[in-house]
């Protein structure tokens, strides 16, 4: 193995991986390092995908169990269920690692080492390996650090914060709690508790500010979302606060204040933190390489460059959006200006993501309050998903489409949908937005009929139609 690259990568998940790829199918030689050892990072085992197949699983079990008339779960049943979970999660997780660990290995001038990296200056570092702890130091010319973030887990008082769940380990737990806390109201608190509840467990959600989702989405659509959460057995408490947290007889006993600041104290057999994210830096020494960080990241510009040329910095460990597939935008963002020089500027604007509650809730641009704070003249239309044919077939007439429209230009720069396909509806949302379609472009595209990609087409002619 060589001791100076090109490019030298820290991190294997979807910020770091796909730039490495990029890179070494380039022809430069690059080392990429992750401390797992293995390629995916947080999305692929803690995160999204192993969340998702719960969902999937906890949609069919639904089906299933309504079909055969059971209205409780049983322990039994839920260790059942589970388990045939977490097998799924297993089986997905290592052959979509190892896929990637495969063609990683079929890239020559690609190398990768199970290890964590630390800076010892602006062009080197060393590594040590994770199975026999040997260091090494090594030189580039350039590097990627693509470390992501971790749960952060306030300091409540107790005698057993330590022990509450994160999303980091709940999936890899042998079993389901029959009762779970879950501190934090924004989108894992939200989407884990409407997945868990189908599989028996009974959710209480703990949020600091006054809403769930606060700031994350359109008004419109937290109050779809709370009319759901008020049909299903999930607990909700906003405006409350957790106090402390303790231990005993095999159960959490939890005091927190309410909206009302009544002092409440209830007893769960798990707590689950959900309360945010922090940056991966400390481990990394980056002061030795004089890279500027604080407490939402590491510091760059708008070409993804940190304070010290020629290193680079992408996915959550910088400040932007949260998600698996903006890491990746950014992978190939930074490993494009590595190969040709600071030319591809980052452009958030044109981000798109889904919330998958149910309904589901996706994005792409800005959302009103965003676009009008970015200093826009906005108009805003909606089409109302009830009088949608393709919905009433599916017995789905509900949620709507939303435009955001710079009057200057009738340019869409933002869409959000609430429905209950919205995850399938939001890639033609975010063609719209990176392309800067106008009104006149959405109204004349034609659209097939009866399916709710037509929404798109229909708001676009009736805003015309009064702009």
Not at 251 to 260: L, Q, S
Request: some cysteine; aromatic content about 8%.
């Amino acid at each position: 193995m060589n001791t100076k690259y090109d490019v030298i990568v820290i991190g294997g998940g979807p910020g770091g991986t796909p730039a490495a790829m990029q890179l070494a199918s380039q022809g430069k030689s690059v080392l990429l390092v992750d401390e797992l050892g293995k390629l995916g990072g947080a999305c692929l085992f803690v995160g999204c995908i192993p969340s998702k197949i719960i969902r999937h699983w906890s949609d069919d079990f639904t089906a299933e169990r309504k079909y055969l008339g059971k209205e409780t779960w049983s322990y039994e049943d839920r260790a059942k269920a589970w388990n045939q979970i977490k097998n799924t999660i297993h089986s997905i997780l290592e052959k979509r690692s190892s896929a990637a660990m495969q063609i990683a290995n079929n890239l020559p001038t690609l190398e990768f080492i199970a290890g964590n990296a630390k800076f010892v200056s602006g062009n080197e570092l060393i590594i040590e390996e994770k199975d026999t702890g040997r260091k090494e130091k090594y030189a580039f010319d350039k590097a990627i650090i693509a470390t992501g973030v971790r749960s952060f887990v306030p300091p409540f008082k107790g005698n057993s914060i330590q022990n509450v769940l994160t999303s980091e380990v709940l999936f890899s737990q042998d079993k389901l709690p029959e009762t779970l806390l879950i501190v934090g109201g924004g989108p894992i608190g939200i989407e884990l508790a409407q997945m868990l509840s189908k599989l028996g467990v009974k959710c209480t959600i703990v949020e600091l500010l006054d809403s769930i989702l606060s700031g994350i989405v359109e008004p419109e659509d937290i109050a779809i979302i709370g009319k759901e959460f008020a049909r299903s057995d999930i607990q909700i408490f906003t405006s409350s606060k957790v106090q402390e947290i303790n231990k005993s007889d095999g159960h959490y006993n939890v005091t927190f204040t309410d909206a009302n600041g009544t002092e409440r104290k209830e007893n769960f057999e798990n707590v689950l933190i959900s309360t945010g994210k922090v940056p991966n830096v400390e481990s990394l020494d980056l002061d030795k390489a004089k890279v500027e960080y604080n407490r939402k990241g590491i510091v760059v510009n708008e070409f993804l460059e940190t304070s010290v040329k020629g290193i680079y910095a992408t996915g959550d460990v910088i400040d932007g959006p949260k998600f698996a597939h903006t890491a990746s935008y950014e992978a190939h963002l930074a490993a494009a200006n590595i190969m040709a020089g600071n030319k591809q500027k980052v452009d958030f604007s044109k981000n798109s993501w889904v919330l998958f509650t149910e309904p589901e809730i996706a994005s792409a641009g800005f959302t009103e309050a965003k676009a009008i704070q970015k200093g826009y003249d906005v108009m805003t239309g909606v089409y109302d998903y009830k009088i949608d044919a393709a919905a009433q077939v599916a017995i789905a007439p509900f949620g709507y489409l939303k435009y955001v429209v710079n009057k200057e230009k009738l340019e869409i720069i933002g869409v959000n949908i609430c429905a209950e396909n919205a995850a399938s509806l939001v890639g033609e949302a975010a063609l719209i937005v990176a392309n800067k379609l106008t009104l006149k472009d959405v109204a004349q595209t034609i659209h097939p009929h009866p399916t709710m990609t037509e929404a798109f087409g229909v708001l676009a002619q009736k805003m015309l139609s009064k702009s």
